[in-house]
């Protein structure tokens, strides 16, 4: 565990699941050469709690970023990650391709600032099958943050947050000498050719 907090220090991000070309954390706590679905490994357990670990964090955010992911993001990358998630243009774009139950989830978080699915279902008369696709295409789009928490009846429900939620409560302001092309090569340059939920127009 303090291998791959180390790990992730110095390399600003890590992928939970192995990716092509990339150190991931299943790699670093179950051992390179992990196929399939890396669940069924007798040491799942430890790889999970690791990333449980991790996520919660101070000094990290989770987000889908590499080919839509989950990826653990440390605070040395945070200026580049907020200065590319918070760019209007781009955000205007991602918006442009939302259906409407899309928009109206996105809307919905971005004036919340904070929202648990389990308590919004309801009120957006959605039915939790189409929600949940919106939800994943915000995540694949960069649009929000989302975790898990843990419910007090047992359940496991997701939270999305907005970037504007998650840079006020982490205290993060890009400078305003980072462009977000700069910020984007940055990041770039460390995950290769793999996709990006932080993609630009």
């Known amino acids: 565990m303090k291998d791959a907090k180390k790990y992730l220090e110095s390399q600003g991000l890590i992928p939970l699941s ?27 357990n430890d790889a999970y709690n690791a990333y449980s670990a991790l996520a919660n964090d101070p000094d990290v955010i989770v987000i889908k970023l590499i080919d839509y992911k989950v990826t653990l993001i440390h605070r040395s990358l945070w200026a580049c990650v907020f200065k590319i998630a918070l760019d ?19 809307n919905l978080v971005e004036r919340a600032g904070l929202v648990a699915l389990d308590f ?42 907005s ?18 092309i700069s910020a984007y090569q940055e990041i770039r340059s460390r995950i290769g050719r793999h996709k990006s939920s932080l993609a630009l127009p």
Not at 91 to 98: A, M, Q, T, V
Not at 99 to 105: A, E, K, Q, V
Not at 131 to 144: A, C, D, I, Y
């Open 18 to 44: 192995p990716a092509e070309g990339l150190v991931s954390l299943v790699d670093l706590i179950l051992g390179p050469g992990v196929t399939g679905n890396w669940w069924s490994h007798h040491r799942a």
């Open 88 to 106: 209007n243009k781009r955000i205007r774009w991602r918006r442009s391709f939302l259906s409407p139950d899309g928009l109206r989830l996105f």
């Open 163 to 180: 970037w504007r939620s998650a840079a006020r409560t982490r205290m993060v302001a890009p400078p305003a000498s980072l462009t977000v």
């Open 120 to 161: 919004i279902v309801i009120d957006l008369e959605m039915p939790r099958k189409t929600l949940t696709k919106e939800r994943k295409k915000l995540e694949e789009w960069g649009l929000v943050l989302s975790k898990e928490e843990h419910t007090p009846s047992g359940r496991h429900d997701i939270v999305l947050e």
